[in-house]
Structure formats: structure tokens, C-alpha cells
């Protein structure tokens, strides 16, 4: 097992393991574990952004949402009610 995608458990394992305590040279060791982790984070935000129409950053998106809102049913009325009575046979 690894250190998953804590980057500071990476970087530790990375620094010790390479016998010199110096910080990784691959900058594929800081793009997997510390770039990539916020990029998903600010993908995934904007997606859910714009499946529930919410703001990205304190701005209103253009478009959206996906995620379909049940409207309220409105309180039957009187009318509705009469009906409902008169098609009623006991």
C-alpha cells in the first residue's frame, strides 16, 4: 500500500525513500499529488454547480440546473374539491 492521495504522506514517502531527505526531482510526483487532487476538486464542484444551479465561486452560472425540481402541488381549491365529491357514487 501507498500513501492514496494525501500529498503530504507522498512527498514524506518520496523524501525518505530516496536516502538523500531531499525533496522529489519528477515533477510527475507534484502533478499526482498535489495538482491533480485540486483540479478534480474544482471539476467536480463545477459539476455539481451546474447539476443543482447553485453558484461556482459566488457567481451565478449561465446555465443550468440539470437536477429536475418537483414544483409544488398547489392546495386543492373548492372547485376541485365539488368535483371530486360529484363523481362520487355511494
Do not use: Q, R
Not at 14 to 25: L, N, Q, Y
Not at 29 to 48: E, K, N, T
Amino acid at each position: 500500500t501507498g500513501p492514496a492521495m494525501n500529498p503530504m504522506l507522498g512527498t514524506a514517502w518520496a523524501v525518505f525513500a530516496s536516502g538523500k531527505a531531499t525533496f522529489p526531482e519528477g515533477s510527475e510526483h507534484y502533478f499526482v499529488y498535489w495538482l491533480a487532487p485540486f483540479a478534480a476538486a474544482l471539476v467536480a464542484s463545477f459539476g455539481y454547480a451546474v447539476y443543482s444551479g447553485s453558484t461556482y465561486f459566488g457567481k451565478k452560472l449561465p446555465f443550468g440546473p440539470i437536477k429536475a425540481v418537483a414544483k409544488p402541488s398547489a392546495p386543492p381549491t373548492e372547485e376541485k374539491e365539488k368535483k371530486k365529491k360529484g363523481s362520487k357514487k355511494d
